[in-house]
């Protein structure tokens, strides 16, 4: 299923993931989504998505735009305060965290043609010069984009426990041109790697059928 949709979706792709050897499967019961980035509709919506995608398997989900103050992630933080958060958080019930963030932006340029092959018809350098000479100057010779290199962590909280990673998971976002596409496709790949790797629940036909009731009216 995971390499279905990776070879299915165009902008967004899951590179490499990770998986705690000593976790066969996982039941998060409250979790705190984080999503780290100054954009703030960006955040509201990646969080607000996941959550009802978690809500639907069976999760207690709590937005860390609605807990957390709307300075964080924009100031740092302290060792000390961040151990305060996590015993705030065990304290409050919550046993997870499902943390993303951009790590990286790489600027790309590909080529529309294959320059590289070799042709018997350019048997000398001026033919070949004179064929190849604008590849430089014609924007129809190249696509230039931008990929973003996102990172999604799972960790346990439980207090019986040291803060463990569960799971981590390497995705890159492929020129993105509308922050609902890239939310919506970020978060179903996201819950497709999680359900194959046994990290939540899978969703039930009676949660899909209330789903599209809801929507409906």
Excluded at 107 to 114: F, G, M, P, Q, V
Excluded at 142 to 161: L, N, Q, R
Aim: proline share 3%; with cysteine.
């Amino acid at each position: 299923m995971i390499i279905f949709y990776i070879t299915s979706c165009t902008d967004v792709q899951l590179v490499e993931n990770w998986k705690n050897p000593d976790i066969d499967s996982y039941e998060p019961y409250k979790v705190l989504v984080v999503g780290l980035t100054a954009n703030i509709e960006a955040r509201e919506k990646f969080e607000k998505q996941l959550k009802e995608e978690l809500e639907l398997r069976g999760s207690e989900i709590v937005m860390s735009i609605d807990l957390l103050n709307p300075s964080f992630g924009n100031e740092k933080m302290t060792e000390d305060e961040i151990k305060v958060l996590e015993n705030n958080l065990i304290n409050d019930g919550f046993d997870t965290v499902l943390f993303s963030k951009i790590v990286g932006i790489e600027d790309k340029i590909t080529y529309k043609r294959n320059y590289d092959a070799y042709s018997e018809t350019n048997r000398k350098f001026r033919e070949d010069y004179l064929k190849y000479q604008d590849i430089f100057y014609t924007p129809d010779y190249f696509d230039e984009y931008t990929v973003y290199h996102a990172e999604t962590s799972m960790y346990c909280i439980c207090p019986t426990k040291d803060r463990e990673l569960i799971w981590k998971g390497y995705i890159d976002i492929i020129d993105p041109k509308s922050i609902d596409e890239t939310v919506n496709d970020y978060v179903r790949l996201l819950i497709v790697v999680l359900e194959e790797q046994q990290l939540i629940n899978t969703k039930t036909i009676e949660q899909e059928t209330q789903t599209k009731d809801t929507k409906s009216i």
